[in-house]
């Protein structure tokens, strides 16, 4: 019975299970999917926060599927290694196609969390988490448009043997907002270290989201140039005005303090994060992994080892090298303390060049004895038997302390993301914010200088201070560069690629229709 529940789950439910937002009255009776709804037959808030940590805690899904197809990320095959049936190359060099395991993955995660949203949302019995519930459902609902442009949906779970209603982009943006505000309406506002519980400044942040991407999700298929609406770009100001958290100085050090501590061991202390998954090894709420940010790129030979893995592309390390910058002064790329120094050998951010042992004075090799020097040039297929082990800049977003277990929590939203969403929303047209104080703020607390607040210097600043956590795909479709040529991809890409296929299975429901072109 358990393999024909989860045959069921995987052809059918998974890709029809959303509910419209009048659900919440409904008695649900269906077959519960495998692996859904935590124990029995009902889902709880922790297992749906689970979900949301699903869809991070794997390298690539969000982060695999929304960095890699921009220009920050490769992933290049290094001899008979990293090649996945290119799975990384296809996904830097926009060939992808409906079988590809990574989007189906992710696929299959946001559905089964906005199916336990649901769960929850027909039991009157956990009414206190209803307006969690949203949020996260709403969450969801925002990386299935973002990524897949539709959301199927059900108006009643009591007969499932009836094909899933399928909304539309625009349809689902309506939904996704009246789910937000009413999340807003009933949520607390954050507790301070109180970021890993869903919070008024997470629904906030949300709206504003939803609220800046609306020309996308609401517009043409395939468009890359869109008209932004005022009241859109005034709501998105108003969400920021209104947030309680704010950025994190340093103690008042214009260096990488305040920047770092979003992602060291002791981050779940940072007012600045506004939503994170909570990671602490061996505790029954923990939900969060950061770990693979530095296991995925860190050579084999390297404290903490790693997989010898993806990179950061040249062309995007060379946003930290604007402005009259000099390499290693942006500490967002190149950060140490004598502790880092002396427990890896080197900086975290982007690694570049001679690698250190642990105490930074005796060098790495490989492991065929050559010195492990991190270049700049990456092919996407690497050859060279020296350049397989040491082609590449390699990461380390979160600071390590425990290298057997991560001990940071992770990330979803922090307030220098939102600043710089609202001086977006001011240079287009919005009132209230102000785009140059914004702009002056974020850099000045990393002590760089003030460069004049455009929409070109904004997109930089996002690239520079929100690499690799998870929003640079979105960022590039909204300004209208992610099918622009790149440093590894030399070829303007077809329209189809601003969405990911609905994976095969899911065209099984008859409602569902494959996204143009593929």
């Known amino acids: 019975m358990k393999s024909l529940i989860k045959f069921i789950y995987c052809s059918v439910i998974a890709l029809a299970v959303v509910s419209c937002t009048d659900l919440e009255e409904q008695a649900l009776d269906g077959v519960i999917p495998e692996g859904a709804g935590g124990s029995g037959t009902s ?7 689970g979900d949301v940590a699903a869809l991070h805690n794997e390298w690539n899904r969000n982060l695999g599927v929304q960095e890699m197809p921009g220009d920050a990320m490769a992933g290049p095959t290094r001899g008979g290694d990293w090649d996945d049936n290119a799975a990384l190359r296809q996904i830097h060099a926009h060939t992808w196609a409906p079988d590809h395991p990574w989007i ?5 995660v946001l559905m089964t969390g906005i199916y336990n949203a649901d769960l929850i949302l027909n039991d009157s019995s956990q009414s206190s988490d209803h307006h969690a519930a949203k949020l996260l459902k709403a969450y969801f609902y925002f990386h299935m448009m973002d990524k897949f442009g539709q959301v199927p949906y059900r108006d009643s779970y009591d007969d499932m043997t009836l094909d899933a209603q399928v909304y539309t982009r625009a349809e689902a943006f309506a939904i996704a ?20 519980t869903p919070n008024k400044d997470a629904a906030r942040m949300l709206l504003a989201k939803l609220h800046l991407n609306r020309a996308v999700f609401t517009g043409e298929a395939g468009a890359t140039s869109f008209t932004h609406d005022a009241a859109d770009m005034t709501a998105v100001i108003d969400y920021v005005n209104d947030m309680t958290s704010s950025l994190n100085q340093g103690n008042g050090t214009a260096d990488g303090t305040g920047y770092w501590a979003n992602f060291d061991k002791d981050n779940d202390g940072s007012n600045e994060l506004i939503w994170a998954l909570k990671v602490e090894p061996g505790a029954s709420d923990s939900k969060g992994f950061t770990g693979y940010y530095w296991r995925m790129g860190q050579h084999y030979n390297q404290t903490p080892g790693g997989w010898n893995g993806p990179v950061m592309v040249g062309e995007y390390y060379d ?12 500490p967002r790329a190149t950060w140490s303390t004598p502790e880092i120094i002396s427990m890896m050998g080197n900086n975290v951010g982007v690694q570049r060049g001679q690698i250190k042992k642990p105490g930074g004075t005796e060098d790495v090799e490989d492991r065929k004895g050559n010195k492990l020097i991190y270049t700049k040039e990456v092919p996407l297929v690497v050859l060279d038997p020296v350049a397989i082990e040491s082609a590449g800049f390699r990461t380390i977003k979160y600071i ?3 290298f057997d277990n991560a001990n940071a929590d992770y990330a979803i939203y922090r307030m220098a993301d939102a600043m710089l969403m609202r001086a977006e929303a001011a240079l287009l047209g919005g009132s209230g914010g102000n785009a140059q104080a914004d702009l002056d703020a974020v850099r000045a607390r990393v002590g760089l200088g003030s460069i004049s607040a455009s929409l070109d210097n904004v997109y930089a600043e996002r690239a520079r201070e929100l690499w690799w956590e998870g929003h640079r795909r979105t960022d590039m479709v909204r300004w209208g560069t992610f099918l622009s040529s790149k440093e590894l991809k030399p070829a303007e890409s077809d329209s189809k690629y601003l969405l990911f296929p609905i994976p095969a299975d899911a065209l099984i429901n008859p409602n569902m229709n494959q996204n143009p072109g593929y």
Request: hydrophobic share 40%; charged share 25%; glycine share 14%.
């Open 43 to 49: 889902a709880d808030l922790s297992g749906l926060v």
């Open 104 to 108: 189906g993955a992710t696929f299959n």
């Open 177 to 196: 907002v009246s789910l937000a505000t009413d999340a807003l309406s009933g949520l607390p506002e954050k507790a301070s270290g109180g970021a890993d």
């Open 319 to 330: 946003y930290f090298l604007e402005n009259g910058v000099a390499d290693g002064d942006d």
């Open 400 to 402: 390590p302390d425990d």
